[in-house]
């Protein structure tokens, strides 16, 4: 009879009901996904910070790359590289390459000639000012921490924009102005960008003439053209800025501080615990083990940072006919 009655209900399409248990993710479940995820995150974290890294490091080449197309282009236009620093002007070889990197609009903006436009209020002045305050990001390493722009001491100009790449001014300099009795200075540097005064006889031709590829004996592919800086702490390093195009510094008299856009590779590579004088001038960066260099022939060869000196100067130097090996100086 209890058999009949359960088809009977089956018949008239009533379903059967069925208590089921409630499942659900119990605390030591949960704990246990969590800390699964937790591993995860810490074993891919180093890995994407290694790919972001390694994309920066690319980028930066890439920058250097420009440079150096430009700086062929400019050498192909002129027969000549551009001046390192116009010591009485203001401009740089930053400023000299504007129109060779798909910057020409700035280029055109941009003041020649003439002693003391930092401080009136000219035209020209106000156009420097705003030159100065314009960033180039050829000119900015991706790796680069710290602010894009900074103002100066003494607050001449506000905001200025910031530079990560420093011409080659030579491996024989000792201070980053003119030389003394004691010290070499930047406009004897036997580099390739070189200090010229422009205000001393104006109606010469600037001194000492800019160098020609011809006159680099060692080699494009072994000579430095251009190489990284770091961005230092005013509190660190008060003097140690390194501008990106106009430098009152270099307006005045016949100018100095060119280590705002000259480096030089008598001294070592990512320094610490030096005088400000060497830091302000030498090169660094904040890729792990050393530095990016563009050479003159446009290669960008990474330098690290055990470089042994003699190979350093070497290759900082044009025409001592000092050749290395590529794969002994990296």
Not at 133 to 156: H, I, K, N
Request: proline share 5%.
């Amino acid at each position: 009879m209890q058999e009949l009655t359960f088809h009977s209900k089956r018949l008239s399409g009533q379903p059967s009901r069925r208590i089921r248990p409630r499942t659900a993710f119990t605390l030591v479940e949960l704990l246990v996904v969590i800390a699964i995820i937790g591993i995860l995150v810490g074993l891919l974290l180093p890995a994407v910070q290694a790919a972001r890294a390694a994309a920066r490091r690319v980028q930066c080449q890439n920058h250097l790359r420009q440079i150096g197309l430009g700086m062929h282009n400019y050498e192909s236009t002129y027969r000549s590289l551009p001046w390192g620093a116009k010591g009485g002007w203001g401009q740089s070889w930053t400023t000299d390459l504007l129109p060779f990197i798909e910057q020409t609009a700035l280029w055109d903006r941009t003041p020649q000639g003439e002693e003391g436009w930092a401080t009136s209020n000219t035209p020209e002045s106000q156009r420097l000012r705003e030159l100065s305050q314009t960033l180039v990001p050829t000119y900015r390493c991706p790796s680069q921490p710290g602010p894009d722009y900074l103002s100066e001491d003494g607050g001449l100009i506000e905001s200025r924009a910031m530079n990560s790449y420093l011409g080659n001014a030579g491996s024989n300099i000792d201070r980053d102005t003119y030389s003394t009795s004691t010290y070499l200075g930047m406009e004897a540097g036997n580099g390739v960008l070189r200090v010229t005064d422009c205000v001393t006889n104006p109606s010469q031709a600037p001194w000492p003439p800019t160098i020609r590829f011809q006159g680099i004996l060692d080699g494009l592919s072994h000579t430095v053209m251009i190489s990284e800086t770091r961005y230092i702490d005013l509190n660190e390093c008060g003097i140690c800025d390194h501008f990106s195009l106009y430098h009152p510094d270099f307006d005045r008299g016949t100018g100095t501080d060119f280590s705002e856009v000259l480096m030089s590779l008598k001294h070592g590579i990512n320094l610490q615990d030096v005088p400000k004088e060497v830091l302000e001038s030498s090169v660094g960066s904040f890729h792990t083990g050393g530095v990016h260099a563009l050479m003159c022939d446009g290669s960008v060869q990474f330098m690290t940072d055990s470089l042994d000196a003699s190979i350093r100067h070497a290759i900082g130097s044009r025409g001592n006919r000092e050749v290395y090996d590529q794969s002994v100086w990296q």
